[in-house]
């Protein structure tokens, strides 16, 4: 790398730092409100939960949430999406902030790369610990049975 490519790193990097920093209470409240709707309505709740031994073994299969809440799980996702990115592009509505993040020498493009890419991050996160617990949860009640990983992976890509 070049000094100049090096120098034009700087910004980026101390943009994305800040934008991580600023938001991350945002992210902390997703995660709380996403363990409850996923790993919670897996196993936790007494009468739906993977571990009871009341339900038949082809039954439980391919849970990774309580069905019932899957219209609440996709409305969190679209609403956690909304919230954040209202967060993370609101500098754009004030414009002496805008003023200030243009003259740190980032372009357009770059400004919105950073955001772009915290946003994306911090919902992967959001959705990705989650499912990943709820996924440990199901080889412990289970273990590892045919269609297990395509389902948790087919649940992260949607």
């Not at 910004?11 to 991350?24: A, G, S």
């Not at 809440?69 to 414009?95: C, M, P, R, T």
Request: charged share 10%; with cysteine; aromatic share 16%.
């Amino acid at each position: 790398m070049t000094s100049k490519t090096c120098s034009n790193l700087k910004p980026l990097l101390h943009d994305l730092r800040q934008v991580f920093c600023r938001n991350y209470g945002i992210l902390l409240l997703g995660l709380l409100f996403f363990l409850l709707l996923i790993p919670f309505s897996t196993a936790g709740m007494p009468g739906n939960s993977i571990f009871n031994v009341e339900v038949t073994h082809q039954q439980m299969k391919f849970r990774f949430f309580l069905p019932e809440l899957s219209w609440a799980l996709n409305g969190a996702v679209v609403l956690f999406g909304f919230v954040l990115g209202i967060l993370l592009f609101q500098f754009l509505l004030d414009k002496k902030q805008t003023t200030t993040f243009f003259a740190l020498g980032l372009s357009r493009r770059a400004l919105f790369g950073s955001r772009f890419s915290i946003g994306l991050l911090m919902i992967l996160l959001v959705i990705w610990i989650p499912m990943s617990i709820s996924l440990g949860l199901n080889l412990a009640a289970l273990g590892d049975y045919p269609g297990l990983w395509s389902a948790f992976f087919m649940y992260l890509a949607v």
